[in-house]
């Protein structure tokens, strides 16, 4: 808490710093307050005042600041006020005789800190296109909706966090610069110190014993099999922190940089697994709707009608639970005519992971027991031998949004898998001695961050839900 100290009638009184938030409670009426921020709008009264609209960040919605002409300063800066310049204000917290607020503040200072030229500020009118935002970086967070993500961003980092804490979870870290590649997750971004107009070979070769790691190394794609490591030694454990996938996909869902989840139980089979992030997702949800309620009422007034029912039948339902042979023949037999055919033992596509979601279940849906062909060697195979124990979450418009599964715990077998997706027992040594020495059953997922805040808050690009999107062609700013 910060104090401004300021003398009044010979005592000293400590006025403290009030947010915006709480200005705007009826409760906070009576109080003498500071407050700090942006201007979002003036409007000049012919009574000889002015109308502030004050936000500094803590709420979706402004509180209103009356700034009388006999302030020393009204008639040479108050006056000027315009969208995006910054004050402190000092006054009275009153009960609003108008609409739409519980509250006003009838100041008894205003001092100016920075001004925005109204010729030159680029937030002046009301609405921008999102596209148009992404090109202002630095300034979008200033906006209602880029204001609102952010808030609900940071509920659903808490929300994780409290969940994983409460149920006995380990926070752990994974490095982010590896050697190993977690299989098939995605293609990798390299780390290298190497001078690229002049790279060492030996013959053809790039000799990478000049390099840095003296072997390639690459930035994570995933921290799942180092969250095995401490899984197989602590229990229960989550990893949570930036992934990076170089795949030259410019979609609506993808990014270049994410934030993932990653938690990893031992002792857990698949259906434990399900279990876990079905009660995790709901419990996001929930923790959203009641910690951002003003900002959710917004993006289901502005973003994507419904969302916020949609979060609240998703934190009520029971998730579907389906394997995937099931799936294929519901799609088979569905009728609807997709871009991709759809055929046991092929990757489902976007377009048939959507359709069993909004179309035919119209909830989330879990998706288990995959062929073993389409999924990475980590996973356990089935007593089938055909199928591996993976589970994917998909949800309405964002689709996937968990994958997971029960990891292959059985030296022979996981040896077989390897070897059949020809890699090298040697380069994963320490992943096999999990498997040699005490190996247990134990299982895991993966949750992309902004694929959450991406369905919980209705936003159509994944660009627009993490500050700063890394995706093919920019990483500016
Ligand atoms: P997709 O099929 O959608 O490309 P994936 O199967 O490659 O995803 P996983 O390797 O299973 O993804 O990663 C776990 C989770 O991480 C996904 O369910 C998703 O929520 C998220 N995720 C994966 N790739 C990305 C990405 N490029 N950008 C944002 N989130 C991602
Ligand atoms: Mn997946």
């Known amino acids: ?240 922190g930036p992934t990076f996938r170089a795949e030259n996909s410019n979609t609506s869902r993808h990014l270049a940089e994410f934030w993932m989840v990653e938690p990893e139980m031992a002792f857990f089979e698949l259906n434990d697994n399900m279990d876990l992030a079905e009660r995790f997702l709901k419990r996001i949800f929930s923790d959203v709707l009641s910690a951002c309620s003003d900002d959710m009422q917004f993006f289901d007034k502005r973003i994507e009608k419904g969302v916020v029912a949609t979060l609240e039948g ?9 394997p995937y042979t099931e799936a294929v023949d519901i799609l088979k037999g569905s009728g609807a005519s997709f871009e991709y055919p759809v055929e046991w033992g092929h990757d489902l596509q976007a377009e048939h992971e959507r359709y069993l979601t909004e179309q035919h279940f119209k909830k989330p849906v879990i998706l288990f027991d995959y062929p073993r062909s389409i999924k990475p060697f980590y996973m356990r195979v089935n007593d089938d031998g055909r199928t591996v124990r993976a589970m994917d979450i998909l949800v309405p418009k964002v689709g996937e949004i968990v994958g997971g599964s029960q990891r292959e715990e059985r030296l022979d077998v996981l040896s077989e898998r390897m070897a059949e997706q020809q890699l090298d027992p040697d380069a994963y040594w320490w992943y096999l001695d999990l498997r040699r020495y005490g190996t247990v059953p134990h299982s895991g997922f993966g949750l992309g961050l902004e694929r959450v805040v991406q369905f919980a808050t209705g936003m159509a690009n994944i660009r627009d839900v993490i500050p700063f999107p890394r995706v093919p062609g920019n990483a500016d700013f």
Not at 59 to 76: F, G, R, T
């Open 1 to 240: 808490m910060e104090y401004a100290k300021f003398a009044m009638g010979g005592n000293i009184i400590a006025m403290q710093t009030m947010t915006v938030a709480r200005a705007r409670q009826s409760a906070s009426a009576g109080q003498s307050a500071r407050l700090q921020g942006w201007i979002r709008t003036r409007r000049d009264s012919k009574g000889g005042f002015s109308f502030l609209e004050l936000n500094d960040g803590t709420s979706l919605d402004n509180v209103q600041i009356i700034a009388d002409a006999q302030l020393p300063n009204y008639e040479s800066e108050i006056k000027h006020l315009t969208a995006g310049c910054s004050v402190t204000v000092e006054g009275d917290v009153k009960e609003s005789p108008a609409k739409g607020q519980e509250t006003e503040v009838q100041a008894s200072s205003i001092v100016v800190h920075g001004w925005a030229d109204p010729e030159t500020y680029p937030l002046q009118k009301k609405r921008h296109s999102f596209e148009f935002l992404r090109t202002l970086a630095h300034l979008r967070p200033r906006t209602n909706t880029f204001g609102a993500v952010a808030r609900v961003r940071n509920a659903v980092c808490r929300s994780i966090h409290q969940f994983f804490q409460e149920e006995g979870f380990l926070y752990i870290h994974p490095p982010i610069i590896t050697a190993s590649d977690c299989e098939g997750a995605g293609e990798m971004f390299k780390v290298t110190t190497l001078d690229l107009a002049r790279v060492p070979k030996t013959g053809s070769a790039v000799d990478f014993t000049q390099d840095f790691f003296d072997r390639p190394s690459y930035l994570t794609v995933s921290g799942q099999l180092e969250a095995e490591i401490f899984a197989c030694a602590l229990g229960k454990v989550y990893t949570f």
């Open 314 to 322: 998703v934190a009520n339902s029971q998730f579907e639970r389906l």
